[in-house]
């Protein structure tokens, strides 16, 4: 069966400093894979996408995340990080038209 | 642009209780969906719909029941509430083959 691991429940990060968020899936098909933001009481929202092509996928407000197919990981990644990305994140795969979502890493970015 | 509608956004129901979770979309898409979120283990789907008049169980389907009402609708009632279905339940849609989800606010049910 499919999963997905986010090995960080929550990552604490002053302001400016660089991020990496975690995710590794487990699969022996190909797989699609998202990163999702969740501001608190809110929806997720797509922040990239990795289906198929550069193994290096930009998303909005400065993300990127990179597709290793080895080492089946999906870590997201920030240079910089603002205040203003205080959020949950989830990595998900998409396999045989289900999603499978990670557990969810809070970001904490302190000033 | 709606996107997707849940309502309610709360309920509080007791033990044995009934109701049903609405939701909406109004972006004609295909695929529609009904996860559960419970603090430290992600989203767990409950149901899906990939088409009208098609519904699958996922991975946590015991105590739930789906309709696919027309393209737009689809909704999740709760037969018999149990404090474990305490949860934020959110809808989400999906378009053509591949493509990501499209989240509602989501809902707060607490079943004391």
């Known amino acids: 069966a499919q999963s997905v691991t986010q090995l960080d429940s929550q990552v604490p990060v002053f302001e400016e400093a660089p991020v990496e968020l975690r995710c590794n899936y487990s699969s022996s098909v190909s797989v699609y894979l998202f990163w999702y933001v969740q501001y608190p009481n809110q929806g997720l929202q797509l922040l990239l996408k990795?289906?198929?092509?550069?193994?290096l996928v930009k998303g909005i407000n400065g993300f990127e995340a990179e597709f290793n197919k080895s080492q089946t990981s999906f870590h997201l990644r920030k240079p910089s990080v603002h205040i203003s990305d205080t959020a949950e994140y989830f990595c998900?795969?998409?396999?045989?038209?289900?999603?499978?979502f990670g557990s969810g890493t809070k970001l904490n970015v302190k000033p | 642009n709606a996107g997707v509608t849940q309502t309610p956004k709360f309920q509080v129901l007791k033990t044995g209780q009934s109701m049903t979770l609405q939701c909406a979309q109004d972006?004609?898409?295909?695929?529609m969906y009904w996860y559960r979120q419970d603090p430290g283990m992600g989203l767990r789907l409950i149901y899906y719909s990939a088409s009208e008049g098609t519904t699958d169980k996922g991975e946590v389907p015991n105590g739930y029941n789906v309709s696919r009402l027309n393209k737009r609708e689809f909704s999740l009632r709760l037969e018999s509430a149990a404090p474990s279905q305490t949860s934020v339940y959110f809808c989400?849609?999906?378009?053509?083959?591949?493509?990501?989800?499209?989240f509602g606010n989501g809902t707060r049910l607490t079943v004391t």
């Open positions: 990795y289906l198929s092509g550069s193994t």
């Open positions: 989400a849609s999906s378009g053509q083959v591949n493509s990501p989800l499209h």
């Open positions: 998900a795969a998409l396999n045989f038209n289900k999603f499978y």
């Open positions: 972006m004609n898409h295909n695929s």
